[in-house]
């Protein structure tokens, strides 16, 4: 899972955090499903609902790269295919897992991508149904709830300087809106430079070391028609020439 930057102790820890990643895994899946019914691949026919064994072959099927990651744009233009899947991929095996995982840049760029692109569908929804209420938001269900209230209220009791004109209700939101998930899952937003430059470009650059990027480090394998391919790269902005 990912250990999202939110408000909250062990109760909102317990509950809040698996939630948070939960809704992120549906997200997944959801475009997994909803992409993969529009195009014609011998691993979509395989596809059942609600059923993620079934999806194995998609780890590996170029065309599902091709129109359902790289056609969305959910990865930087320079990926090539088996880069594409193994990015994909790798950041629904790290909300999954059952301990915290960090993503890479690319994975970062996955995630990103899915939640401006749900984002977007859901504002062009409300606009034209808006008594649907908004998809973004999702309440955490009881008695867990009512638990994290309690705790986030202790809180901002404690520390009223820092939530001063906060509410319980407020902080919970962090939880249950993925919108905060552009803040909760990401410390920046230096993923969105690979679509000036590649990571090994971008971690021998100068501004690397402005952004704080120590170095980047990929290492996957894929097998395509019978075809095993290896991939790995490992930099540090101190390399560069």
């Known amino acids: 899972m990912l250990d999202i930057i ?15 990643n939960l809704r992120l895994k549906e997200l997944i899946e959801e475009h997994i499903l909803d992409s993969a019914s529009v195009f014609d691949s011998p691993s979509c026919e395989k596809i059942e609902q609600q059923d993620p064994a079934t ?24 990926y090539e295919e088996a880069k594409a899947l193994f990015s994909f991929w790798a950041l629904y095996g790290a909300i999954t897992a059952d301990e915290p995982r960090e993503l890479t840049l690319g994975q970062e760029y996955v995630l990103y991508h899915l939640l401006e692109q749900k984002r977007e569908y859901c504002q062009e929804r409300m606009r034209n149904m808006p008594e649907k209420g908004n998809l973004m938001i999702k309440r955490i269900p009881e008695p867990q709830r009512s638990e994290m209230l309690n705790e986030l209220e202790g809180i901002i009791k404690d520390q009223l300087s820092q939530y001063d004109d906060c509410s319980a209700e407020d902080l919970i939101a962090y939880y249950e809106d993925l919108e905060y998930c552009f ?15 590649t990571e090994e470009e971008l971690v021998r650059s100068d501004l690397a070391k402005q952004l704080g990027i120590g170095g980047i480090r990929y290492d996957y394998k894929t097998e395509v028609d019978g075809v095993k391919i290896n991939f790995k790269f490992e930099g540090h902005n101190e390399d560069k020439p």
Do not use: N, Q
């Open 183 to 197: 803040e909760s899952c990401f410390e920046d937003i230096d993923c969105l430079f690979l679509d000036e430059m």
């Open 55 to 78: 999806w194995e072959a998609l780890r590996s099927d170029y065309a599902f790269a091709r129109e359902s990651i790289m056609g969305y744009g959910l990865v930087p233009a320079h």
């Open 6 to 20: 939110v408000p909250g102790e062990e109760i909102c820890a317990k509950y809040g955090i698996p939630f948070v």
